[in-house]
């Protein structure tokens, strides 16, 4: 009934609705406009991803989402001498497969709006102190992610965006705007709450110069209904609709 | 695809993707499980509800929701004779309402596990001194809800649960187990992210005894993904479903 607004991406969009997350300040933006569907998938990299679109995205769909954002890399940017080495994708291979994820969504869909954004920075002395919290003196001390490899990823992401004519937000740069960006990681990958106010401000801003937060509402505000005639305003919303 | 949970009420349930909120609290509990809809509508009461509910839950519908909470009565219990009394539903009619809303849902599917929540207690001197800040020395001196008025629709509320077999949450009384439960209320009424601590616990648990967070993941944990062979984990899933 309402338009979907559907977040794909990996942990970072998985774990969006926890504590001061950014999915749920979209879903809080857009609370009476549409509904944001979660597609987060935790440990995915986009060669996984891939074999999710004829479920998450099927084509003929009568009703397609109005946005869809696109937020993997963090994953595929894994080290291949690292902790994290299944999960690596070759950066060639991580932008083809960015590129066939919209490609699935436009064929069904050519008026989504699909924002892609980039894995954001790595701090590797966050790595390395959530590494040593979890396994103590047996961490391994090669990095699993830098962050050199993961902003050549992100410069994939946002150069696939200039090439399709999509909007894309940049988080690795964009982050390390701010001198002491290393607040905005929590284990120097995930997001805290300051790193997901970042994500959300700009998801924000892409929307609402896409125009989405004009969307109207799916019912009648409660100051318009006449509290002694009330059906009149459900009839009138019905109609305009 | 995946089951739906619906959060049907007033504006505590569309304020419940705010940080701290409740809502998306539930939807990070079943950030890989369900898909939370946010059906929250400010400023509404039962009666005009009602209005909503063959377009929220249309008859016939092939993939009803798995589990419903409804959360009236916050504006129900307005009083009469204040700012709110446009609001104001006769008690009796609250309950008949809720008798209604609870029907239409079971009526399509019997299966649905629906959660009455009663409105929260009132803090007057918390509503006071909001409408202090809005309107400051024109504020309205009479209150527009009380604690004991919105007792007693919490009473109906738990009573029509009774009645009909259905698991409730007796927010007001929980509430105020705590010597300082007007912590959990930012103008006497609305929640702060303490308050909506207590409701995300008691829905979760409420679940929880339902058996829906035995809900499975909708596609692979990506550990149990063979990198090597990752085609192999998901055709298994598919098979599974």
């Not at 060669?47 to 084509?59: E, M, T, V, Y």
């Not at 050549?152 to 150069?159: H, N, P, R, T």
Request: glycine share 8%.
């Amino acid at each position: 009934m309402r338009p979907q607004i559907v977040l794909f991406g990996d942990s970072i969009t998985q774990q969006s609705f926890a504590s001061g997350g950014w999915g749920a300040s979209i879903a809080d933006s857009y609370s009476r406009k549409a509904d944001v569907v979660l597609r987060g998938y935790s440990g995915y990299n986009t060669r996984w991803a891939l074999f999710l679109l004829n479920r998450l995205f099927p084509l003929g769909s009568g009703t397609p989402p109005v946005a869809v954002t696109i937020f993997f890399g963090a994953n595929d940017a894994a080290l291949i001498g690292g902790t994290g080495k299944r999960q690596h994708v070759p950066i060639e291979e991580y932008k083809d497969n960015l590129r066939k994820i919209v490609q699935h969504i436009k064929n069904n869909s050519p008026d989504t709006l699909i924002v892609l954004i980039t894995p954001p920075p790595i701090d590797l002395q966050g790595r390395r102190e959530h590494a040593r919290s979890l396994y103590g003196d047996k961490a391994s001390t090669v990095p699993d992610r830098t962050n050199e490899e993961s902003g050549l990823y992100a410069e994939q992401c946002v150069s696939l965006a200039k090439e399709l004519g999509l909007p894309s937000i940049n988080l690795w740069s964009k982050m390390q705007e701010t001198e002491d960006w290393q607040k905005f990681l929590s284990d120097g990958l995930h997001l805290t709450p300051q790193g997901n106010a970042v994500v959300s401000e700009a998801v924000n801003k892409v929307f609402d110069e896409a125009g989405l937060s004009a969307l109207p509402y799916d019912f009648p505000p409660h100051a318009d209904i006449d509290a002694e005639d009330p059906e009149k305003a459900f009839v009138q919303q019905c109609a305009a609709i």
